[in-house]
């Protein structure tokens, strides 16, 4: 499970993406995203291997999603997440967080 959480934006619209590395990263809105546009990035926005990683923040700024590691991902495989919220004029960016398959 990952949290998502921007305090006190309220409810706008997010996005969330995995990705194998946290650079180079992108800019999106004058935002940096620190995640590599990779193929599991793609997957991941195209919804695969991910639930609740796109939506509506609820009243408190906050959401939820799930990462589904198939069970061919190797142990100490690393991957990155990262989300952004939008009200379609700004943009916010959160932080990247790392997993490691156990």
Do not use: E, W
Not at 62 to 73: D, H, L
Not at 85 to 90: D, S
Request: with cysteine.
């Amino acid at each position: 499970r990952v949290d998502f959480s921007f305090p006190g934006v309220g409810p706008i619209s997010y996005l969330a993406a995995l990705s194998f590395s946290h650079g180079p990263g992108f800019m999106n809105g004058g935002r940096k995203v620190n995640l590599a546009v990779d193929g599991l990035f793609v997957a991941s926005v195209q919804g695969l291997f991910v639930n609740g990683f796109q939506g509506v923040l609820d009243a408190a700024g906050k959401a939820s999603g799930t990462i589904n590691i198939p069970a061919f991902a190797p142990r100490g495989l690393r991957i990155y997440c990262s989300v952004v919220a939008t009200n379609g004029i700004a943009f916010l960016a959160g932080n990247t967080i790392g997993v490691t398959v156990q």
